[in-house]
């Protein structure tokens, strides 16, 4: 997509000053690197405050998070190269949502081998084993199985597809 509906698609959540989003776009998610911060929906709002000072808050996408540090350290150092200085801020409320995933960052999922959310109704359903409506990530087929409420990591199950038998993680909704 262009980087215009991209934008748009951000400051839709998000308070971003648009000469600000290159910088933020470098800094890629630690835990699923195909993704950015923005695409995460983890940059809440970031500001020129001054010619070289740059004010930025971020929410956690799960809470405890260990990737929290990781990207608050990689958005210094991006604005550092860019030449700017920055405060990072957390922010808890609103609780970040799956629903805060860019359009782009749920196909990246998809491409990377990581369903991508459904709502939270579909969401449950999916995962009592209910429906099945996750998609394979690499067939297609929603003929997939819950193997475990947990993949690879605490967000995420792992599903496995009964036409092409691949194993893959489904990124579990939050609202
Ligand atoms: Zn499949």
Request: charged share 30%; aromatic share 8%.
């Amino acid at each position: 997509m262009t980087e215009g509906v991209k934008m748009n698609e951000v400051i839709q959540y998000a308070e971003i000053d648009s000469e600000l989003i290159p910088i933020l776009d470098e800094v890629a998610d630690p835990e699923i690197p195909v993704l950015t911060i923005l695409d995460m929906g983890v940059v809440r709002y970031a500001k020129l405050i001054d010619d070289n000072k740059v004010y930025i808050k971020i929410t956690p996408t799960y809470s405890g998070c260990p990737a929290m540090d990781v990207i608050e350290e990689d958005i210094n150092k991006a604005f550092k190269k860019a030449g700017f200085e920055v405060q990072v801020d957390l922010v808890l409320t609103p609780a970040w949502t799956t629903d805060w995933i860019s359009e782009e960052g749920r196909e990246a999922l998809e491409k990377y081998g990581i369903a991508p959310p459904l709502d939270a109704h579909a969401d449950k359903e999916a995962l009592l084993g209910n429906k099945r409506i996750v998609k394979c990530t690499l067939c297609g087929s929603q003929n997939t199985k819950l193997v475990s409420q947990f993949g690879s990591t605490a967000c995420k199950a792992l599903f496995k597809c009964e036409d092409c038998q691949e194993p893959f993680d489904y990124f579990k909704c939050l609202k």
